[in-house]
Nanobody
Framework: QVQLRESGGGLVQAGGSLRLSCAAS????????MGWFRQAPGKEREFVAA???????YYADSVKGRFTIARDNAKRTVYLQMNSLEPEDTADYYC???????????????????WGQGTQVTVSS
């Protein structure tokens, strides 16, 4: 298993940027598929972005072209660069890891084994 801890959330105006980080400890990060999900108040947790073991990336349509996921296995860290933020992006953001299988085009919450505690992102209009 791997332990995950997110950071980098905060309050930003619409149109601004934030970079979230997910620090991993435990097993070697390169063996995991990594993902970012978010959950807005009163809504279900939803997929945002994922990155495969070899660096292929996948995005939800709502963030495509604005968000970028990246991984630095040497630093045991996964990043989510968020640009052109919108009020609709307001949510708690969660980092997740998947130890087995392959990335699907629309990853589900149930695909992932371990989760961080989340970091809050608030985008003001």
């Amino acid at each position: 298993q791997v332990q995950l801890r997110e950071s980098g959330g905060g309050l930003v105006q619409a149109g601004g940027s934030l970079r979230l980080s997910c620090a991993a400890s435990g097993r070697t990060l390169s063996t995991f598929i990594m993902g970012w999900f978010r959950q807005a108040p009163g809504k279900e947790r939803e997929f945002v972005a994922a990155i495969s073991r070899n660096g292929s990336t996948y995005y939800a349509d709502s963030v495509k072209g604005r968000f970028t996921i990246a991984r630095d296995n040497a630093k045991r860290t996964v990043y989510l660069q968020m640009n052109s933020l919108e009020p609709e992006d307001t949510a708690d953001y969660y980092c997740a890891s998947r130890s087995l299988g392959l990335v699907t085009t629309t990853p589900k919450v149930s695909d992932f084994d371990s989760w961080g505690q989340g970091t809050q992102v608030t985008v003001s209009s």
